[in-house]
């Protein structure tokens, strides 16, 4: 670690001003760093995916806790600095170049479970946490996420029914997950500062509730959600037996989608799967 010049210096040696289409804004401070690689706990010898490394300060405080990280980058610019990096940390780090969103972490990571920890582009932050989240093989086989996002998107994520911030990514982090607020971070910790709020989100997976379709709740919660404004009768209309499953469930179909709880959703999809013919 010592063979290593501060972050600052990577980056002006590499020219890596931090790219506005790639959705880059980069972290500095190593205590900051340590503190969100520390979030998903003792990670020595624990593999871990990464993706959008940059200059990789994030990278660094993984490895530095003894993480075997798989780190994915679009940016070629960073390459360089990545490759100086796995220098530094033997046989601990290995750097794909590619896109994260065309790529599978499942078949980047050897057999055993791990981790994803990501400073993630905020142009595509929502869409990979969408697809880990809707995994039709469950339990997944990543043990933790830990992911920074806007405040805004990660209020949605841990947010209760009845509130504003509660939606359709609500739902979907919380059937089958538990998910927590980890940290905020201030806009000035970045470089450069987004006009926005950060706070990092982590997720554990935990049990799927017994007979419900994974690919039916999305299918629920993406046409309800989808006509937020309108009374539920009228937003699940496309979805077939919804009618008859809130009559069962007692579901007032004048309700509109974000007054019903996760609990509410999973009984729908449970009810649908149990009755396809309803």
Not at 97 to 103: E, I, R, S
Request: with cysteine.
């Amino acid at each position: 670690m010592n063979a290593l010049p501060p972050l600052r210096e990577v980056i002006a040696a590499h020219g890596l001003n931090a790219s506005k289409a790639l959705g880059q804004n980069f972290l500095f401070d190593e205590q900051l760093l340590s503190k969100i690689a520390a979030i998903p706990g003792d990670l020595n010898g624990q593999a871990v995916f990464e993706v959008g490394p940059g200059p990789g300060g994030l990278t660094r405080a993984l490895l530095r806790a003894g993480a075997q990280v798989t780190a994915v980058e679009r940016d070629e610019r960073c390459l360089p600095a990545l490759d100086q990096i796995a220098a530094a940390f033997p046989s601990q780090l290995s750097v794909i170049a590619g896109d994260a969103m065309k790529l599978d972490s499942d078949t980047l990571i050897p057999a055993a479970p791990y981790h994803i920890v990501a400073n993630l582009p905020y142009n595509i932050g929502t869409a990979l946490l969408v697809r880990w989240l809707e995994s039709p093989i469950w339990p997944p086989r990543w043990q933790s996420l830990t992911l920074m996002f806007q405040q805004e998107v990660a209020e949605r994520i841990i947010a209760k029914s009845d509130t504003s911030a509660y939606g359709r990514l609500s739902v979907l982090a919380q059937w089958r997950c538990t998910a927590r607020l980890a940290m905020r971070v201030h806009r000035s910790a970045f470089t450069p500062p987004p006009k926005i709020m950060s706070a990092v989100v982590h997720i554990v997976p935990s049990a799927m509730p017994v007979g419900v379709n994974p690919r039916l709740l999305p299918h629920i919660t993406a046409a309800a959600f989808g006509q937020r404004r309108k009374m539920l009768r009228q937003s699940l209309k496309g979805v077939a037996g919804a009618t008859a499953a809130m009559e069962a469930l007692s579901i007032d179909p004048t309700r509109r989608a974000e007054t019903l709880s996760v609990g509410e959703f999973v009984g729908l999809a449970r009810y649908l799967n149990a009755h396809p013919n309803c």
